[in-house]
């Protein structure tokens, strides 16, 4: 009798170490939205080196998903100055290329830079700079980052940087509040000399909107002097008071730093080795060495692929393990003209959509069989598909390019038609029976597509007495 109830008190400890992966946050009822709207940014603020936009994190689609999304766009030679948040984030690089650098405490200092310096007659060493490492990134890349961990990025391409971030506010790791809050450690990022602009003034009102300043400016300065051991002057600098340059500023001569060449660092080893050929399984790595970047567009890693309809690609914890810590993923998905991906719902995770070329017809149904969502997404809105709403997409005539969120780690996804859908894994007679039909069309319904998810249409028009028909013929 003991030995079944330490049992079962083992079995309750993990079932609520598993459903408090994600936070404290979440609320009974939060998810229960009868409408899903296509979103476009609400809130705009302009800096001296790039401009930041804000979707509305107070709608009732990502307060359902516990997240919120924003935008950067670095202009050249722009910095965005260092930063930590309540929460972790994904971001996506849209456009562009750059530098970034993330600061935590404890982990050691191996960029360095050193000078030759000669005394009393021997040579001897010592270092001008040390810093902690420095990372490339590039246009298809996903850059993670731990909540509170303090980091930068720099665009030192020739054209504008597009960075595409979301936040998990319901992450376990925000003891806060649903709100986001990105805590700077220079500059005056609410200051006089930004631009702020409300898209929709009357939205962004019940909970706040993203929160943001720099923490130094509530030190007492002498307190500041003491602790960094340089004067008043220098401690005010650090809080940013008269600083009218915003939260990205222009670097005018380029940012000295010490970084690796670009065919030198990891980045240019994985151009080279396949994707399959990789040995790293996480286990080697620290929160000092853990790798932060995965590139996600190259065709070569599609998990899913059909020269006809589009590919789709995915990083989740076991392609990127620090994934695990964040309880994020991250998808992929390119639909080409004509393109359709099956019906499907995602087991375990919201999905966080943002389309990032193209357009596509999109319909999303609820488990009370209601279409929340029928319409067309266009290139810059977003979209969320809360847990289990059965969602499918179809192209528009420029086909349709999209990153996707997820809430889970490993996000898992479930096909409602297809070689590996739910209904392929029925029974014939269990399919006739549930939708009254023969056993001939019950077998032509389960085996009529023989794609795993991407599948081709064409659209023809047809005029039978004098009517004109819309015909669509789907090819394997």
Not at 265 to 285: A, K, T, V
């Amino acid at each position: 009798m003991a030995k079944l109830f330490l049992s079962l008190l083992t079995f309750l400890l993990l079932f609520s170490l598993s459903f408090a992966l994600r936070g404290s946050t979440w609320q009974q009822g939060q998810c229960r939205i009868s409408r899903i709207n296509a979103q476009e940014p609400t809130r705009r603020i302009q800096a001296e080196g790039g401009v930041s936009e804000f979707w509305d994190h107070n709608s009732d689609e990502f307060q359902c998903a516990g997240v919120s999304i924003h935008r950067h766009r670095l202009q050249a030679r722009a910095l965005m100055l260092p930063a930590y948040h309540n929460a972790p984030i994904l971001a996506y690089v849209q456009q562009g290329r750059g530098m970034y650098g993330v600061m935590i405490s404890g982990c050691p200092e191996t960029f360095e830079s050193s000078q030759q310096q000669f005394e009393e007659g021997r040579g001897a060493q010592r270092f001008r700079d040390r810093h902690q490492k420095i990372g490339q990134f590039r246009e298809g890349d996903i850059l993670a980052f731990p909540a509170g961990a303090a980091h930068w990025a720099y665009n030192n391409g020739d054209q504008e940087l597009v960075i595409v971030v979301l936040q998990d506010n319901a992450n376990n790791a925000n003891q806060l509040d649903p709100n986001p809050r990105s805590f700077f450690l220079a500059g005056n990022p609410a200051g006089r000399g930004q631009e702020q602009q409300e898209y929709a003034p009357q939205l962004g009102r019940k909970r706040g909107q993203h929160q943001f300043g720099n923490v130094f400016r509530g030190f007492d300065v002498q307190i500041l002097s003491e602790v960094f051991g340089v004067d008043e002057q220098t401690a005010r600098s650090l809080q940013g008071e008269n600083d009218e340059r915003g939260h990205i500023i222009t670097v005018a001569r380029g940012l000295q730093v010490i970084s690796p060449p670009l065919q030198r660092e990891e980045y240019g080893r994985q151009e080279e080795e396949p994707y399959y050929g990789r040995r790293d399984n996480g286990l080697e790595e620290t929160i000092c060495s853990a790798k932060l970047r995965e590139n996600i567009d190259k065709p070569s890693r599609a998990d899913i692929y059909n020269p006809r309809a589009g590919r789709f690609s995915t990083i989740n914890s076991l392609t990127l393990p620090i994934l695990s810590f964040l309880q994020l993923s991250a998808a992929r998905g390119v639909l080409y003209r004509n393109g359709i991906m099956a019906p499907h719902w995602c087991v375990n995770a919201h999905s966080v959509i943002y389309v990032t070329r193209g357009e596509s017809d999109m319909q999303i149904v609820n488990h009370n069989g209601q279409a929340v969502f029928d319409g067309r997404v266009r290139e810059g809105q977003v979209v969320v598909v809360p847990q289990n709403f059965a969602v499918v997409k179809r192209a528009g005539e420029q086909g349709c390019e999209w990153v996707e969120f997820n809430t889970n780690d490993n996000a898992l996804i479930n096909t409602l038609s297809g070689r590996t859908s739910a209904l392929r894994g029925l029974p014939a007679d269990v399919i006739a029976n549930a939708y009254q039909i023969s056993r001939e069309e019950a077998q032509r319904l389960k085996y009529s597509r023989r794609e795993t998810m991407m599948f081709r249409y064409v659209r023809v028009n047809l005029n039978v007495n004098g009517k004109r028909l819309r015909v669509f013929f789907f090819l394997s």
